[in-house]
């Protein structure tokens, strides 16, 4: 029985990737960046999962988790030399070094952005519910401020550019250079490069959902003092699951920095915070595939809803719209469906342990 | 990805759109030019929608008189949320996708600086950035394929800073501004204007964008005890700005940027904190006033009306972003006529750097649209207002707003 349910899932992950791996000649080279920012939010949608779907606390802020990854990946590319060339005057003991290259920074970011994560969640944790989804939603709010308060390294509202940088692989019209002679366009080389880290993170975030922690994490999302009452560490998993969701986010900032080739405060306000969350909704929480179901959205309804009318306020109604439509029609997401849907077909198969 | 640069050739033959000339630029066919920008539609900054939908309206007017060398102007504008990010995302898809022939009125300060490097690099032009931000006027040797449209802010600072000096040369200032590129530049220009004089500023004060409330930095400029107030603001904060400090009793000379200082924003604060606050109220303006009585009978304002009426009926013919934005779409048609029967890119942009266009029926009477090969600030004059009997009221003549 257990061969069967690996095999099912080994033969997923072998479709998965060679979907991934094959889209690219199939569309367009502008369709690539856009499949690539699709890769960008599912993996903040994976991490926001992480908190909110297995562990059950709400963040409204997850957008400031992604500037914390976007801009030290942003300050890291430009490194000092960079930066002073942009007329900034970085403090001395800042370590931002004389620029790195771009693929480099990301596990710097990741890392940033979890010591942000793991820093807002110690405080933050002693509030519970709604009180710490506000929490959360206070951090979204600021963070535009914040980041434009110390202009001497983040440049202030008009932000970073990266196009010019040596450090950005790539930059649209050079072709990139991958092991085994070939080229890539640049919006090519950020699909491959968003979808291999999140393919890994996805199959982290597999393995999370099902070792001891990520049970850990479930028993206190549906009860807090049983989970304590048999032994589950509250402060120290929650502010794990903070920390680790606050990494998603920063990967997923880190890359749209160089999908933007450039940062700035406006890139990331609090719609940017909330719509990580309306994502999640979508794709099903607690799921884990379907979730790029939510990503597909937040990239595409946008413009969807753009294409069929731009008269003023309708293609905010027809998002608003839809979404309602989708949680009365999928209240557990496109997740739900599909374990409505396949649940008896691969119940069929092997037992399920839920 | 070659095999679908094969399909798509196949196609565009097959359509004989662009066969005929093989050198033609991306977006310029037999009968149309395709150009784009993005404009915020939703969001925050979704009242600045119709910059978008004037020029748009513009355009059809043109049209429908036959296009420039009989092709019609197609103009995308995509929402961009006022999101630097989704501008980029936008107008790679025009680029890349939609393979417009120029970028044209992309609102915005930051939004424009996103995608400067990448549009210089791909030497797509991109037209009257919708921004005052000097550096896209001044830095036109590193980024040869942009220009800006509006006057620059260190320009219009510098005129308030000379209109100081010959009125009120020992009074003391003080300072509101916004705490970004755009406030930051037009202090700047301020500050250079006063010269040894700017020792005459005794307070500043900023807010940040996203800030709801400037009662307390309105407070800490009353007490300087200053007589001149210069306001350095979007329209929310103008108003919150000018009706704090009428509360606090404060009657100072004041100066609104341009940014803040349309009709409709000065009579809310006359109608929220009474008249006096704003009573000889100066201010910079180059594009004509939709409300303003001077323009009832003039031939440019009622053009302006007649294409509201017929190409944008649901519009408000009130909202001066509709003038602007037509300002801008009649200074492009210019650019494109000029840049020849069969214009490419590089034409455009040689005929962008040598305009010179008196007649733009948008633009206050006598405000040239000029630009040379070293002077790419297309709107480079304006005439100083003062607020009277609920309307602004030209003072002097038209000046030179050169940063």
Partial sequence: ?354 | MRLLGVISLVFSLAAGAASARPAADPGVSRGEVVIGGTIPLSGIAASYASVGRGAEAYFKYVNARGGVFNRRITYKYLDDQYNPAQTVQATRQLVQQERVFAIFNTLGTEQNLAVRSFLNAAKVPQLFAGSGATTFGRDYRRYPYTIGFLPSYVGEGKVYARHILRTKPNAKIAVLYQNDDYGKDLLSGFRTGLGAKRRNIVATQSYDPLSTDVSSQIARLRSSRATVFVVIATPPFAIRGLVAANRLGWRPQVYVNQVGAATNIMRIIAATAGPRIIQNAVTLISVKDPTSPRFRNDAGMRLYRQIMRQHLPSGHVNDGFHVYSMAVAHTFVEALRKAGRNPTRASLMRAVASLNVRNNPFLLPGVRVRTSARDHFPLDQGQLQRWRNNTWNPLGKVISARP
Avoid at chain 1, 33 to 51: K, P, Q, R, T, V
Wanted: proline residues 6%.
């Fill in chain 1, 1 to 354: 029985m257990l061969a069967a349910r690996t095999a099912i899932r080994v033969l997923g992950l072998a479709l998965f990737v060679a979907v991934v791996v094959v889209v690219p000649s199939r569309i367009s080279e502008f369709r690539a960046s856009e499949f690539a920012l699709i890769g960008i939010f599912f993996i903040a949608i994976l991490g926001l999962n992480i908190l909110t779907g297995y562990t059950g606390v709400i963040s409204l802020g997850h957008g400031a988790f992604m500037a914390v990854g976007a801009y030290t990946t942003a300050i890291l590319m430009l490194g000092r030399p960079g930066l002073e060339a942009g007329g900034l005057s970085p403090p001395d003991w800042l370590p931002v070094g004389d620029g790195m290259k771009d693929v480099y920074t990301i596990p710097i970011a990741a890392l940033v952005a979890a010591l942000a994560g793991a820093l807002f969640g110690l405080p933050a944790l002693r509030l519970s519910g709604p009180y710490l989804a506000l929490a959360t939603f206070g951090v979204a709010v600021a963070t535009p401020s914040v980041i434009r308060k110390f202009d001497s390294v983040t440049g202030g509202s008009g932000g970073l550019n990266l196009f010019d940088s040596p450090n950005l692989t790539g930059a649209i019209f050079n072709a990139v250079h991958v092991p085994g002679g070939r080229t890539l366009t640049f919006n090519d080389w950020l699909y491959y490069l968003t979808w291999t880290i999140a393919l890994a993170l996805f199959v982290v975030a597999w393995l999370i959902h099902h070792s001891r922690l990520g049970r850990a994490l479930r028993a206190i999302r549906d009860d807090e003092i049983a989970a304590v009452a048999s032994g589950v560490g509250l402060a120290w998993h929650k502010t794990l699951a903070f920390s680790l969701s606050a990494l998603y986010a920063g990967v997923a900032g880190s890359l749209l920095a160089m999908s933007a080739f450039s940062v700035q405060p406006g890139a990331f306000p609090v719609d940017r915070s909330i719509a990580l969350l309306v994502g999640l909704a979508v794709g099903g929480l607690g799921s884990l595939v379907p979730l790029v179901a939510g990503a597909v959205f937040l990239v595409f309804l946008p413009q969807w809803a753009q294409d069929l009318s731009q008269a003023p306020g309708v293609p905010a109604v027809i998002y608003g719209a839809v979404l309602i439509g989708l949680m009365i029609v999928l209240p557990t997401g496109v997740g739900g469906l599909l374990r409505r849907v396949l649940g008896p077909l691969t119940s069929r198969l092997y037992p399920r342990s839920q």
